[in-house]
């Protein structure tokens, strides 16, 4: 009974999760962010290698270092922006893929405290590397915007079938 009622918890804020690209300009309490953080910082990763640092950068000057890319220029007004950065010694083979899961448990922590996020992946690897000291062996992987929400995404996202992206036993 209990185990199914975490379940639903856990599937409903996957579901209520939409991009967020509007914040208020309310800071994020230091305990809410903890968790959220907490959730990145214990997620699975390839030989529990864990090849990751999470710059976390409020500084208003730094963010607008970061959202020069053409779809990042809303990160000049959100409260927080985590970049996810991999180590490439570490982890050459996983790291990409091991900053993106701790980044997600991030995001569904983040959506279950009421907090809105957004990936983003449009940005200049090097002047993020540049405005963030982050050091030559590290690739930022991707960040992330996060902050409560200003507005209410519109409209029904287009998500796929079942049928379209899952086969039983072969591909097809
Ligand atoms: C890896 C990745 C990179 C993304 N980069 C950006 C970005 O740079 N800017 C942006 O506004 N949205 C970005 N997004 C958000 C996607 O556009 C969004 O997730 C998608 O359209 C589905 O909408 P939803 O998140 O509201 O469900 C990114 C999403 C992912 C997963």
Known sequence: MMASVVTMEVLDAIKNRRSVRKYLPKPIPEDVL????????????ANNRQPWHFVIVKDPETRRALSGGKYASFLQDCPVVIAGCGDTKTSPEWHAVDVTIAL??????????????????????????????????????????????????KGERKTKKVEEVTSQDRFV
């Open 104 to 153: 997600q448990n991030m995001v569904t922590q983040a959506t279950a405290e009421g907090l809105g996020t957004c990936w983003i992946g449009s940005f200049f690897e090097d002047k993020v590397k540049e405005a963030l000291g982050v050091p030559e062996e590290f690739a930022v992987v991707a960040m992330l915007a996060v902050g409560y929400p200003q507005e209410k995404p």
């Open 34 to 45: 903890g968790r959220v953080i907490e959730a990145g910082r214990i997620a699975p990763s």
